[in-house]
T-cell receptor, first 116, second 116 residues
Framework: EAGVVQSPRYKIIEKKQPVAFWCNPISGHNTLYWYLQNLGQGPELLIRYENEEAVDDSQLPKDRFSAERLKGVDSTLKIQPAELGDSAVYLC??????????????FGPGTRLTVL | AQSVSQHNHHVILSEAASLELGCNYSYGGTVNLFWYVQYPGQHLQLLLKYFSGDPLVKGIKGFEAEFIKSKFSFNLRKPSVQWSDTAEYFCAVVGVTSGNTGKLIFGQGTTLQVKP
């Protein structure tokens, strides 16, 4: 079974530039998550999708961050414009189903963003 | 608000030593608990999980964890570590009571270094 795929793995940009990250979840997983992981910290949820619907985006800085999950499969996370403080690892994860019984999340390798 | 605290940021052990990593959480209701591991250069993967039942759960690679509800703790243990256990370990919690959004909260992580 293929895992969660993310691209690019690394991205270096200058501040104020836009950047986008792509995630392909495990086939059949209808729940998709984007996390931010700062150095020396655990992942923090940015947004959670159930199929196409963003059901929890309370931690997403909406002035500069946006996300979409067209057709309930792949997802894109965008930052525009990027700031120095956005340098971090952006993780995508997926899980088989939603509901009160919480399922294991499967993580991708992440995209390491460096903003200069 | 939910939070997770991992007691040690950095642990150094010699091979064959016993390991215990502390994890405490704050949440008043029913929880599901996880330990994730991130080996160098690899993505986060599940080590073990607790949903209900026997509070002593066994995971992969000889790891186990004990849920002590009265202490809000879920400590990770291994009787004899190996050099290959060198990794970063994350404790994570999600509240599963009615109305909870199912948001997974991670601790800040513990870096384990095992000396050969």
């Amino acid at each position: 079974e293929a895992g969660v795929v993310q691209s690019p793995r690394y991205k270096i940009i200058e501040k104020k530039q836009p950047v986008a990250f792509w995630c392909n979840p495990i086939s059949g997983h209808n729940t998709l998550y984007w996390y931010l992981q700062n150095l020396g910290q655990g992942p923090e949820l940015l947004i959670r999708y159930e199929n196409e619907e963003a059901v929890d985006d309370s931690q997403l800085p909406k002035d500069r961050f946006s996300a979409e999950r067209l057709k309930g499969v792949d997802s894109t996370l965008k930052i525009q414009p990027a700031e120095l403080g956005d340098s971090a690892v952006y993780l995508c994860a997926s899980s088989p189903r939603s509901g009160r019984v919480y399922n294991e999340q499967f993580f991708g390798p992440g995209t390491r963003l460096t903003v200069l | 608000a939910q939070s997770v605290s991992q007691h040690n940021h950095h642990v150094i052990l010699s091979e064959a030593a016993s390991l215990e990593l502390g994890c405490n959480y704050s949440y008043g209701g029913t929880v599901n608990l996880f330990w994730y591991v991130q080996y160098p250069g690899q993505h986060l993967q599940l080590l073990l999980k607790y949903f209900s039942g026997d509070p002593l759960v066994k995971g992969i690679k000889g790891f186990e964890a004990e849920f002590i509800k009265s202490k809000f703790s879920f400590n990770l243990r291994k009787p004899s570590v190996q050099w290959s256990d060198t990794a970063e370990y994350f404790c994570a919690v999600v509240g599963v009571t009615s109305g909870n959004t199912g948001k997974l909260i991670f601790g800040q992580g513990t870096t384990l270094q095992v000396k050969p």
